[in-house]
């Protein structure tokens, strides 16, 4: 499926007929990793695992004073607003309820519904971040992906393939976005997709869209865009030596932390997708 969907020759006609799932972890990831897949594909659906709105408001832009419930609603219409840009309706979007930076707390719940959308929409495929330790949510993204398939294939469901898009991570003392933490298990070296001009400017217009983001954004480049078959993860053990990224911004929550949390979860996990 992979050669299909990062090409634009005689494939792209089979590949705009695949019905597709992004798995973002906040309003515009799946903009800074995917846009072009968005707007190339005509039978897709994005679901956010969290608002975007952390509890702590420290970790909000400077102009936002307002509540946590109007600054998360302010990032819905900015999602809804930039996917419009790729062609994609409101009813093609879902908010699976997580909190920005807590999302790891609320697996259970996360994964049930996330198990709900799956199985209404049946895609053949689900694009989400890798596990890299460049953000908790998009680590628990990637598990919640990978959990899906371990589901489906005990209930001898359809399997879809996770594949992943791009995030960021750190490589000595700096963040690194557009090119994939290496990965000893990763399914074949990624795919680039290159942006046409009419891409690329719609690109911008979706990043536009995000305007409460704009500081923390604008620093990431427009292209080229990667995904790849989404590796064999062991989610007990760091994604990488010395310090993740997030660890290095003295959030709350250490990649330590985010481990210990996933193991004491797993068991209830597996009660909860056997039902």
Known sequence: MLPILATRDGAQEEAETLRVLFLAAHPDDETLGASALLGRLKDRMVAFLTDGAPHDSRFWPPHISSSRDTYACLRAEEAASALACAGIPRQRITFLGGVDQEAIHELPALLKFFLE?????????????PYEGGHPDHDTAALVANLTTRTSEQQGQRLPEILEMTSYHARNGSRVTGYFLPHATAGGEARTIDLTPEERACKARMLGCYVSQRQVISDFPLEPERVRVAPAYDFTAPPHEGSLWYETLGWPLTGAMWREIVARTLPQVSEVTCR
Do not use: D
């Open 117 to 129: 959308v799956v199985s209404e929409f049946q895609p053949a495929a689900i694009i989400t971040h």
